[in-house]
């Protein structure tokens, strides 16, 4: 089985698990996160696969602006366009799914 193939977020992307999405677009997707840790928590990641920011980095450095983009377009809707933008990278900086996700963490004064 390919790394896609076995990709929580592959299958989100793709529909055949369900997200509560917030926005999308052709390359795209932003949805909210199930284990929510500020008021408006969503994780904004592209369509393709990419393991994490540094690979997404180097191969497709126009969808990472996106990404930073549709955070932004997120905040602006919801809280005044403040927000904290988070890409844990490796599992020891607590990186899950290795399916690069953008943290959008917004909607409340956050804490330090
Ligand atoms: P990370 O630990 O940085 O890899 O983040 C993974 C995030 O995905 C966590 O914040 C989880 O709460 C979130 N998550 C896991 N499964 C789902 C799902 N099915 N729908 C939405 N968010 C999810
Ligand atoms: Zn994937």
Do not use: W
């Not at 393991?51 to 983009?69: K, M, N, S, Y």
């Not at 809707?77 to 900086?93: C, M, P, V």
């Amino acid at each position: 089985m390919s790394a896609t193939e076995d990709c929580l977020f592959c299958k989100i992307a793709a529909g055949t698990i369900p997200s509560e999405k917030v926005f999308e677009d052709d390359t795209t997707l932003a949805f909210r996160d199930i284990n929510p840790k500020a008021k408006v928590h969503v994780l904004v990641i592209p369509r393709h696969h990419y393991r994490d920011v540094a690979e997404l980095a180097g191969q497709d450095p126009r969808e990472l602006a996106h990404i930073v983009a549709v955070a932004q377009h997120i905040a602006d809707q919801t809280f005044h366009g403040s927000y904290r933008l988070e890409f844990n990278t490796g599992k020891d900086a607590g990186q899950s799914v290795f399916h690069v996700h953008a943290h959008v963490l917004t909607g409340e004064v956050l804490d330090e």
